[in-house]
């Protein structure tokens, strides 16, 4: 399930070939591996305006090991990031200042480079220039992550004022190879209280997560990812994909539990366990719920009988509401701190074509998220969604040659996206520095062009 292209067009032929043709060269991405540093070289930290997170960008990097060059301007070699702390702005002059910045020092960004953008909320601005000014920044990076080749991404953190403790957690992910495949994107943080202290490696230690359809794909890999950051997995998945989950759940020292997330009683054998069983040591209880279960029963809508319509917002939509309603109501099993990740699709945002089924039922999980966001605020968790674009896996690999090629390069980073990119991002928002993220939808899609 390589990518042959990618191969090619970075190898000694292929590469001199595909630039003489003109042809899209997608790089070989740099992704998270346990223990490696958080960036492979310096980086440089702008302001256009007051520049008030300036200071807490400095010391994470400085935390993490990373070299920050006083300016870009300081020697030739390339820079591993960029970071620009826009907030504290007016108006639109300002704005020069950001271009002013960026532009030499994106031009020194060297492969799989991060350019991340810090911005005061819109919605928070005492007058209409100085909303324009903030808006405009989410134009300017879903540009620049266009612009840039090499396997670099630009995203926006949008900071209000009582939010700077949320900030290192999301700056830590974005800078990460665990973010390689989330480009142009914008996530909007909320004041939250974030514990100290995480460990890097192993932040989900001593925690219980349960993944959903963990028997294969996307599922299986999160469940490696997330009991890799520490967690003890309960895999679920149906009694027809046991061996499988066994197999899973065996590598990974965690738990199969077969269930059928549509089941009458699904919720309530599911809360039962939770409560019943002390996993790894951990008293009862769940600290992550990933809804990753997930079902496509395509067809055109005049040709749509019921029993795709029904089966697929069953499995997708009514299971996720019903399961986390359920743990919402059972005292003590969602712990303090929890984090539910519900898989959406870009389907569900862009729509797609024989999938009003699926569309409807991915773009119902962002309705979820969002209006659930506030009450698990109160609780000191977090409910948000990720929506995959088009990830490599064998569903893809059996699609036709032109559809499949199509389909993966029409994305920034000009390639698909693998299961572990969605695995990872999922883990992020699964940590308790991710406590300001609440609500949102992160979508795992090289900044693809569908929906965007
Ligand atoms: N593959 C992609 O490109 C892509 C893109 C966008 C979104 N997604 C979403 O990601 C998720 C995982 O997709 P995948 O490609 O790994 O799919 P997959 O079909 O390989 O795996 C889905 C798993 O869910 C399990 N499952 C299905 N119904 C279930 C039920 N009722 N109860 C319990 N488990 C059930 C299946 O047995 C299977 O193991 C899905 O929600 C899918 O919609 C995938």
Redesign the pocket.
């Given at each position: 399930m390589g990518d042959w292209y990618r191969d090619l067009a970075n190898s000694g032929v292929g590469s001199t070939l595909v630039g003489q043709l003109g042809l899209p060269r997608p790089a070989v991405l740099r992704r998270y591996e346990p223990g490696a540093p958080l960036l492979t070289g310096p980086a440089v930290v702008g302001t256009a305006g007051a520049g008030r997170l300036r200071e807490t960008l400095t010391r994470v990097l400085e935390d993490a090991g990373v070299t920050v060059l006083p300016g870009v301007d300081d020697d030739g070699g390339r820079l591993a990031a960029v970071l620009l702390d826009a907030t504290g702005g007016t108006g639109p002059a300002d704005l020069a200042a950001a271009y002013e910045f960026l532009a030499p020092a994106v031009r020194r960004l060297g492969p799989s480079g991060r350019v991340l953008v810090l911005a005061d909320p819109p919605s928070d601005a005492d007058s209409p220039a100085q909303a324009a000014a903030r808006q405009a920044l989410e134009g300017l990076v879903r540009s620049v992550a266009k612009e840039l080749r090499n396997g670099g991404t630009a995203n926006l953190l949008v900071v209000p004022a009582d939010a700077g403790a949320s900030v290192p957690g999301p700056v830590r992910f974005f800078l990460s190879g665990r973010s390689a495949y989330v480009d142009g994107q914008v996530v909007r943080l909320t004041a939250a209280d974030v514990p100290a202290g995480e460990d890097a490696e192993r932040p989900l230690a001593g925690k219980v997560a349960v993944v959903?359809?963990?028997?294969?794909?996307?599922?299986?890999?999160i469940a490696r990812v997330v009991a890799r950051d520490g967690a003890h997995v309960v895999a679920?998945?149906?009694p027809?994909?046991g061996d499988?989950?066994a197999e899973v759940a065996n590598e990974i020292g965690g738990t199969a539990f077969q269930?059928?997330?549509?089941?009458p009683d699904?919720a309530q054998r599911l809360v039962a366990h939770l409560r019943e069983r002390r996993h790894a040591g951990v008293g009862p209880g769940v600290d992550v719920v990933v809804?990753?279960?997930?079902?496509?029963r395509d067809k055109l809508l005049v040709n749509m009988d019921a029993a795709r319509w029904n089966s697929v917002m069953?499995?997708?939509l009514q299971?996720q509401l019903d399961l986390t309603q359920a743990l919402l109501d059972a005292d003590g099993v969602l712990r303090p701190g929890a984090r539910v990740v519900c898989?959406?699709?870009?389907?569900g945002i862009a729509g797609n074509r024989g999938q009003t089924n699926?569309a409807a039922s991915?773009a119902g999980v962002i309705g979820m998220v969002r209006a659930w966001a506030p009450a698990f605020a109160e609780r000191g968790a977090t409910i948000n969604a990720v929506?995959?674009?088009?990830?490599?896996?064998?569903?893809?690999a059996k699609m036709p040659f032109g559809t499949r090629e199509i389909g993966s390069r029409i994305n920034s980073l000009q390639q698909?996206?693998l299961?572990v990119d969605?695995a990872e991002t999922i883990a992020w928002l699964s940590r308790p520095s991710a406590a300001g993220v609440n609500g949102q939808v992160v979508r795992v899609c090289g900044q693809s062009f569908l929906g965007a």
């Open positions: 959903t359809g963990a028997a294969r794909g996307i599922g299986a890999s679920v998945d149906v027809a994909a499988k989950l269930l059928d997330v549509t089941a699904a809804h990753n279960a997930g079902i496509t069953a499995v997708n299971a898989v959406s699709s870009q389907s699926y991915k929506a995959p674009g088009f990830i490599v896996t064998e569903m893809t698909g996206g299961p969605v």
